[in-house]
């Protein structure tokens, strides 16, 4: 064999193996997001009826996962905005 030709594990220069493991993994991890989005998704439902606003829900889970200080901005902000409009 040829020092140039492909081998069975690289194909182009490419590693056929570490290709096909990282593809994969790829694939298990969206089937995981996959799972989880239908568990969040359940969730909600579930909140749902229970009596809750999924939409309040949702604002709320996006306001805790920003910083303090980028809440008090967008709350002031909403604020100066609602007063400027006569609300």
Known sequence: M???????Q???????????????RIER??????ALTDDIRD???EAKSAGFDVKVLRQLI?????QPAEVEEQETLLDL???ALGM
Not at 10 to 24: F, H, K, M, Q, Y
Not at 29 to 34: A, G, Q, V
């Open 2 to 8: 040829a020092l140039d030709s492909p081998t069975k």
């Open 10 to 24: 690289e194909t182009g220069g490419i590693a056929a193996d570490r290709l096909r493991s990282l593809v994969e």
């Open 29 to 34: 991890l969206e089937e995981e997001k996959k």
């Open 43 to 45: 969730v909600y439902a």
């Open 62 to 66: 996006r306001l805790r996962r920003s």
């Open 81 to 83: 905005y609602r007063r």
